[in-house]
């Protein structure tokens, strides 16, 4: 049997791949892992979502645990109920970002923390044998429908004040945040005009991944009507992306360190967490503060289990998945939102002034494609050539592919998880510094593989 679980749960195509019996398993695999007595279920704007929780439902119920149904929510708003309300189990119905044929289950313990690989392999060992935990007819579960939002607010509101009146756009995109994130920064006082905030699975007004491209009216409208910043959540609310007053897209790589860098200073120092892509600016930013920045895979199930484990003040990835410890484990776009203008707030700045404190490298991006068969093993293989070839490097690290960083840059290269690519990824602190390392790396690469051809 393929492995199930990804990075983000169980995803693929509605009805292809994810279809409702396979729904119903996933759900009953988790309640018998967990020895569940009680879950929460939500689901994002996605067509399929009814159809996919009425199985997972059933699943759950089949098991003997009582659902606590939170209908049409974020993922984070999901994931602090289960917490809040004393859940064994959180599951969203969610792809996240992917387009709209597509959906998937996220699943969450009761600490508001994505399922670990230990846990996703336990629950794929019980799929695989079909080893559920059935009730007695007796003892069914039962379901019962909740306001989560309510729960989520009061925790955001008692975590933000805000004393400015801030006039923010925001673009839910049609997605799961579509009534909590305009309300939220509503209740904190903030003027809101809500761009794509009702519902819809098709995502007609842009993609649901907020990037440079997909917020072009998001940004126009900022600047039109002279608003303070532009806020966007792509189709589960778990990422934020911002325009600045201006009306420019917001780098990804920047807000995270200039966040993390105001994290910093308030707590006086500490750990943040990114992954092995993110920007060398997080480290710039981080030293300024007297913080350290701990790297792991990409996947923000491993970014949270680490600011878990290291005690972490802050944490995210570049793609607007920012982690707030103090409140929950789960990455929270619309909390992410009243924060970041907290932080404005605070510093008394705008934000092109507050992202522009953080230096900007060169990133370039290679895909040198590899024999499915071959790349991994020729990733493990590179470490020890890419080191004999820049001997000055200063760090090395293979917890995500093999990483190297270098006093004018870094080098990162991964085998791609869904195509017969070798991924390399250079920044450098001049365009000149990122142009030496790709085409050094790039040679060394194309060498290996020759290599292994003959």
């Not at 209908?71 to 996240?96: N, Q």
């Not at 044929?101 to 009761?110: A, D």
């Not at 060992?125 to 007796?138: S, T, V």
């Not at 806020?231 to 917001?250: L, M």
Request: with cysteine; net charge negative.
């Amino acid at each position: 049997m393929a492995k199930l679980f990804g990075s983000s749960g169980v995803r693929g195509l509605a009805n292809v791949d994810l279809t409702p019996i396979l729904a119903c398993k996933v759900a009953l695999a988790v309640a018998t892992h967990a020895i569940a007595k009680k879950a929460v279920v939500a689901r994002d704007t996605r067509v399929s979502g009814c159809m996919l929780e009425d199985a997972l439902v059933s699943g759950l119920l089949s098991n003997g645990t009582d659902v606590l149904l939170a209908g049409m929510v974020p993922t984070p708003v999901l994931a602090y109920a289960a917490k809040a309300l004393g859940a064994d189990v959180g599951f969203m119905l969610t792809a996240s970002h992917n387009p709209p044929q597509y959906n998937g289950i996220k699943v969450f313990n009761g600490d508001s923390l994505s399922y670990t690989d230990a846990d996703q392999d336990a629950v794929e060992k019980i799929l695989a044998d079909e080893n559920f935990a059935l009730a007695d007819w007796r003892s069914l579960g039962k379901t019962t429908p909740i306001d989560a939002s309510q729960v989520y607010m009061s925790m955001a509101q008692k975590a933000v004040t805000l004393k400015r009146r801030w006039n923010v756009v925001v673009d839910p995109g049609c997605g799961a945040a579509f009534s909590i994130a305009p309300q939220l920064l509503k209740a904190l006082g903030c003027k809101v005009t809500a761009l794509n905030a009702q519902p819809d699975g098709y995502f007609p007004a842009r993609k649901s991944e907020p990037t440079a491209e997909s917020l072009q009216d998001l940004a126009k409208t900022v600047k039109t009507l002279h608003a303070d910043v532009g806020v966007a959540f792509d189709g589960d609310a778990d990422r934020v992306a911002f325009i600045d007053e201006r009306g420019f897209f917001v780098n990804f790589d920047r807000s995270l360190a200039a966040y993390g860098a105001f994290a910093l200073k308030q707590r006086g120092g500490g750990v943040v967490v990114t992954n092995v892509e993110a920007s060398m600016c997080v480290e710039t930013m981080a030293q300024k503060y007297g913080g350290k920045v701990v790297r792991t895979r990409v996947g923000d199930i491993y970014v949270s289990e680490a600011i878990k484990r290291d005690g972490a003040v802050f944490g995210g990835e570049p793609c607007g998945a920012w982690v707030h410890p103090q409140l929950h484990l789960c990455p929270d776009g619309p909390l992410s939102a009243a924060l970041f203008l907290a932080a404005l707030e605070e510093e008394g700045k705008s934000v092109s002034e507050f992202v522009g404190e953080v230096p900007e490298y060169i990133t370039m991006r290679e895909n040198i494609v590899c024999k499915n068969e071959q790349k991994y093993k020729l990733v493990e293989k590179l470490s020890d050539a890419l080191k004999d070839a820049f001997p000055a490097y200063t760090d090395f690290s293979t917890v995500d592919g093999a990483r190297l960083a270098l006093k004018n840059g870094w080098l990162l290269v991964r085998a791609s998880g869904t195509e017969p690519l070798i991924r390399l990824t250079v920044e450098g602190e001049s365009p000149q510094a990122a142009k030496d390392i790709t085409q050094k790396a790039t040679a060394l690469i194309h060498k290996q593989i020759e290599a292994n051809q003959t």
